[in-house]
């Protein structure tokens, strides 16, 4: 029997769970114009009825009630949640009915929301998936595969001592062939700069095919260029076909520098959909993206708002393989 390996993101999709913003605690002034942002790309996603079904996760009625006013295109599910990152909360598909749940602690117990840990099992019984738990904590920013068995991730999140105390690389190795297929492993360093998830790779690098890599390239006054260098060196040094695509460069809320990325761009089934934060290579990121996906239309909207939270599209996330 041919093992299961994670699908690429590229593969087709039945679904998408996108997280809505629901707590006002959280977001304060950002929470109406996050929401517009999430119902933007919510809305290209779903292309019409073209894309994919979208499932609108709100976690609360008033949330729920937002959400089915704002995108009447959407189902909208009511889930109990603290924040809105899916992608590192929701379940992990690896075929299109058996799902991977992983443990999860706030991103090495910076960020314990009620509601986060056990919301990827939730959300699974309510797809009637078959699923299993993992005994280990992986968050799924933190992992990009190519569908061929490869995978790539950074050790300052993989390996940092706040996730898996004393696991060493071999066994994070062992533990991703286990529990999700991955039978070879590239390893980048660092993530970017002021990254609360501790260097998620979807930040970074992204698999846009099979072998081939998308890392931005950036000038020496951008906050990450050193980061994107040393990314670029072991990718190739690894094998796998290094392409470029630009950075945003440096992205600031008030004086702090935001770990804004053009990599946590979503693939959909007819859109490609890739932040935007008023830089002046906006353009160019979605130009070099439409590029590389050729049969797609890349969307590029803006995620200012929802970057306040700490991260993007990618970010909210999470597909179900179709």
Excluded at 124 to 150: M, N, P, Y
Excluded at 232 to 258: K, T
Aim: glycine share 10%.
């Amino acid at each position: 029997m041919k093992a299961l390996v994670q699908p690429p993101e590229w593969a087709h999709h039945k679904a998408v769970w996108i997280g809505f913003p629901s707590h006002p605690e959280l977001w304060g002034e950002d929470l109406a114009p996050a929401r517009r942002e999430v119902v933007a790309f919510a809305e290209a996603v779903h292309a019409g009825g073209r894309g994919e079904r979208v499932l609108l996760v709100a976690a609360d009625l008033e949330g729920a009630r937002a959400a089915r006013k704002l995108a009447p295109f959407a189902d909208v599910v009511v889930e109990d949640f603290g924040d809105i990152w899916l992608r590192d909360t929701g379940p992990i598909m690896i075929s299109k009915h058996e799902a991977r749940l992983f443990q999860f602690n706030g991103w090495g117990g910076k960020y314990d929301l009620p509601g986060d840990d056990d919301l990827g099992k939730r959300l699974a019984k309510r797809q009637k998936l078959d699923f299993a738990e993992c005994d280990w904590v992986l968050e799924g920013g933190s992992i990009d595969g190519d569908g061929t068995g490869l995978v790539v991730t950074t050790e300052q999140c993989l390996l940092n001592r706040n996730r898996n105390p004393g696991m060493s690389k071999a066994h994070a190795e062992e533990n991703l062939h286990k529990d999700l297929g991955f039978a070879s492993v590239l390893w980048l360093g660092d993530g970017l700069l002021n990254d609360h998830t501790d260097g998620h790779v979807d930040n970074l690098a992204r698999f846009v095919a099979e072998g081939v890599l998308a890392i931005p390239d950036a000038s020496e006054n951008d906050p990450n260029w050193r980061v994107y260098q040393l990314a670029q060196q072991r990718a190739a040094a690894f094998g796998v076909e290094v392409v470029h695509v630009p950075s945003p460069g440096r992205i600031l809320n008030g004086d702090d520098i935001v770990p804004a990325s053009y990599m946590n761009f979503y693939i959909g089934n007819e859109v490609v959909v890739v932040p935007q934060y008023g830089s002046e290579n906006d353009r160019a990121a979605v130009a070099a993206l439409q590029r590389l996906f050729p049969k797609r239309e890349v969307v590029g909207l803006r995620a200012d708002h929802i970057l306040t939270g700490g991260g993007s599209f990618h970010c909210i996330s999470q597909q179900l393989p179709g």
